[in-house]
C-alpha cells in the first residue's frame, strides 16, 4: 500500500471515529429490562427513568433519593426496609411490589397500578400532608375512618310501661359515633375530597376543577387527538440504523 493511499485510509478513519464519537455524545434513549436479579442491588439518586422494565428485583435495606420513574413496569419487586426520598412514580405499573417497612417522604403516587402491592408497616408519618380523592378499597376505607377520629352525639331516651303500676323513664347521655362511617366515605360526593394538613384536624374541600386549568387543552378529554395511544405506547421495540453505536449491559 503506497504512502498517500495509507493517509487517505487513516483520515477517513479518524472522520468516521470522529462521527460515532458526536453520536455517543449525544445518546440514544433505550428501553431496558432488568430481572430476576439474584443479588441485591444498591439504590438509586438522581436519576430520570422512562419506561424502565424491572421485574423480581430486589432493593432491600437501600436509599433512593430524588429518582422519577414514568411510564415504568416495576412489578414484584421488593423495597423492604428501604428509604424512599423525593420519589415520583407518574404512570407506573407497580402491581405485586412489596414497600414493607419503607419509609415514604415526599414520594408521589400519581395514576399507579397498585393491586397486591404490600405497604404492611411503611412509614407515612414523614409526610406533611395526605389527600382522599375517593375509592372503594376496604382497607383505605377502613383506616381512614379510624383517622378521622370520632364526634360527641347527645342521646336522648324514653321509656314507659303501662299496667296496673304505669312507669315513665327518661335518659340523657352523651355518646362518640364516627366523623364519618365506612359507608360515608365510600359514597362520598365525587366533587369532594379529604384533606390533612400538619396541624390541622382534616377537612372536606371542593376538587380543582380541571376544566379551568391553563393545560386543559392539551388533554385528552378536551381533544381526542391528545389521548394516549395505548398499543403504541407498550411497544418496546427500537430500530437501529446501520453505523449506530450503542453500549449493551449485562447484568
Same mark, same amino acid.
Given at each position: 500500500?503506497?504512502?498517500?493511499?495509507?493517509?487517505?485510509?487513516?483520515?477517513? /478513519?479518524?472522520?468516521?471515529?470522529?462521527?460515532?464519537?458526536?453520536?455517543?455524545?449525544?445518546?440514544?434513549?433505550?428501553?431496558?429490562? %432488568?430481572?430476576?436479579?439474584?443479588?441485591?442491588?444498591?439504590?438509586?439518586?438522581?436519576?430520570?427513568?422512562?419506561?424502565?422494565? =424491572?421485574?423480581?428485583?430486589?432493593?432491600?435495606?437501600?436509599?433512593?433519593?430524588?429518582?422519577?420513574?414514568?411510564?415504568?413496569?416495576?412489578?414484584?419487586?421488593?423495597? /423492604?426496609?428501604? *428509604?424512599?426520598?423525593?420519589?415520583?412514580?407518574?404512570?407506573?405499573?407497580?402491581?405485586?411490589?412489596?414497600?414493607?417497612?419503607?419509609?415514604?417522604?415526599?414520594?408521589? $403516587?400519581?395514576?399507579?397500578?397498585?393491586?397486591?402491592?404490600?405497604?404492611?408497616?411503611?412509614?407515612?408519618?414523614? =409526610?406533611? +400532608?395526605?389527600?382522599?380523592?375517593?375509592?372503594?378499597?376496604?382497607?383505605?376505607?377502613?383506616?381512614?375512618?379510624?383517622?378521622?377520629?370520632?364526634?360527641?352525639?347527645?342521646?336522648?331516651?324514653?321509656?314507659? +310501661? /303501662?299496667?296496673?303500676?304505669?312507669?315513665? +323513664?327518661? *335518659?340523657?347521655?352523651?355518646?362518640?359515633?364516627?366523623?364519618?362511617?365506612?359507608?360515608?366515605?365510600?359514597? =362520598?360526593?365525587?366533587?369532594?375530597?379529604? %384533606?390533612? %394538613?400538619?396541624?390541622?384536624?382534616?377537612?372536606? +374541600?371542593?376538587?380543582?376543577?380541571?376544566?379551568?386549568?391553563?393545560?386543559?387543552?392539551?388533554?385528552?378529554?378536551?381533544?381526542?387527538? *391528545?389521548?394516549?395511544?395505548?398499543?403504541?405506547?407498550?411497544?418496546?421495540?427500537?430500530?437501529?440504523?446501520?453505523?449506530? =453505536? $450503542?453500549?449493551?449491559? /449485562?447484568?
Amino acid at each position: 500500500m503506497g504512502r498517500g493511499k495509507k493517509k487517505r485510509v487513516a483520515k477517513r /478513519r479518524r472522520k468516521m471515529f470522529n462521527r460515532n464519537a458526536i453520536r455517543v455524545k449525544m445518546g440514544k434513549t433505550i428501553f431496558f429490562t %432488568l430481572t430476576h436479579c439474584s443479588k441485591k442491588l444498591g439504590g438509586v439518586s438522581n436519576k430520570y427513568n422512562y419506561k424502565a422494565n =424491572m421485574h423480581k428485583l430486589c432493593f432491600v435495606g437501600v436509599r433512593f433519593y430524588n429518582v422519577k420513574y414514568q411510564a415504568s413496569i416495576i412489578t414484584n419487586c421488593n423495597f /423492604r426496609n428501604a *428509604n424512599l426520598i423525593g420519589i415520583d412514580f407518574f404512570n407506573c405499573n407497580l402491581r405485586g411490589t412489596s414497600f414493607k417497612n419503607t419509609s415514604f417522604k415526599n414520594v408521589v $403516587f400519581y395514576n399507579c397500578n397498585l393491586r397486591d402491592a404490600d405497604f404492611k408497616d411503611a412509614i407515612f408519618g414523614n =409526610m406533611d +400532608s395526605q389527600l382522599f380523592l375517593g375509592g372503594t378499597e376496604p382497607t383505605t376505607l377502613k383506616d381512614l375512618s379510624q383517622f378521622l377520629g370520632k364526634e360527641t352525639i347527645d342521646m336522648y331516651n324514653t321509656g314507659e +310501661s /303501662r299496667g296496673n303500676n304505669p312507669s315513665y +323513664s327518661m *335518659n340523657y347521655q352523651k355518646s362518640g359515633k364516627d366523623l364519618m362511617t365506612v359507608d360515608e366515605i365510600a359514597v =362520598m360526593d365525587g366533587d369532594k375530597c379529604i %384533606l390533612q %394538613l400538619r396541624g390541622v384536624r382534616p377537612f372536606l +374541600s371542593d376538587k380543582y376543577d380541571v376544566t379551568q386549568h391553563p393545560l386543559y387543552k392539551e388533554t385528552g378529554e378536551y381533544d381526542e387527538r *391528545n389521548k394516549l395511544d395505548i398499543q403504541r405506547f407498550l411497544h418496546q421495540g427500537i430500530k437501529v440504523k446501520s453505523g449506530e =453505536m $450503542f453500549d449493551v449491559v /449485562r447484568i
